[in-house]
């Protein structure tokens, strides 16, 4: 257990709805990484945001949008889906926001998306 | 942008059997890293590696920073049923203050008994 927690585990919706997905850091990390794994493009990163910041933004297309609340979940937000972003979508967390020596980013176990 | 090419893309392998991988990049990185990931979770730091040359043990693990900095090997020694998985290389890149991750396609290990 990484001590990320994502919800939910699954969700299958149809194109064009909208869904949130949810990630909860660990304890004390103040960095927050999305990233989507699918078969063609692998794991590939989306945004990350640093105490309620953006501070990078990956291939992530502009139908998607994230946020860091003030309690340091971040939630990540697809519209307009599109059968294509059918995928698992990976939250991770680090203890700081990236500057000096690497910082191990610990991953969660991923929301499972189908869009039918 | 920066890719990682890992190889090979997939493995069989008897168990006891030493297993190697190796993951190239046309740019430098300062970091490596190796990451398994196993079904229905997310990927797990096994090694990371900050210097050039450096070699690094975690167990039945070793892996290699290359000296040019462009590749890195990770080696799997007696393989076991439980090393099955997906095992992806990875290198931070760094942006101002970021630190996101490009990985590799991933080499799928199986481990036959």
């Known amino acids: 257990d990484s001590g990320v927690t994502q919800t939910p585990k699954h969700l299958i919706t149809a194109t064009g709805q909208r869904v949130t997905l949810r990630c909860s850091p660990r304890?004390?990390?103040?960095?927050v990484y999305w990233y989507q794994q699918s078969l063609d493009q692998g794991l590939q990163f989306l945004i990350q945001y640093y105490n309620g910041e953006e501070r990078a933004k990956g291939n992530i297309l502009e139908r998607f949008s994230a946020q860091q609340f003030p309690d340091l979940h971040s939630e990540l937000n697809l519209s307009s889906l599109e059968l294509g972003d059918s995928a698992l979508y990976f939250c991770a967390s680090s203890v700081a926001s990236g500057t000096g020596r690497f910082n191990e980013q610990f991953f969660g176990p991923g929301t499972r998306l189908t869009v039918l | 942008g920066q890719q990682l090419n890992q190889s090979p893309q997939s493995m069989f392998i008897q168990e006891g059997e030493d297993v190697s991988m190796n993951c190239t990049s046309s740019?430098?990185?300062?970091?490596w890293l190796w990451y398994k990931q196993e079904p229905g979770e997310g990927p797990v730091l096994l090694i990371a590696?900050?210097?050039?040359?450096e070699l690094t043990s975690n167990g039945r693990l070793t892996a290699q920073f290359g000296i040019t900095r462009k590749d890195s090997f990770l080696n799997i020694s007696a393989s076991i049923p439980s090393d099955v998985g997906i095992y992806f290389c990875a290198g931070p890149l760094s942006s101002g203050s970021a630190r996101q991750l490009t990985f590799g396609s991933g080499t799928q290990l199986t481990v036959l008994p």
């Open positions: 590696l900050y210097k050039a040359g």
């Open positions: 304890s004390g990390d103040l960095s």
């Open positions: 740019s430098i990185f300062n970091t």
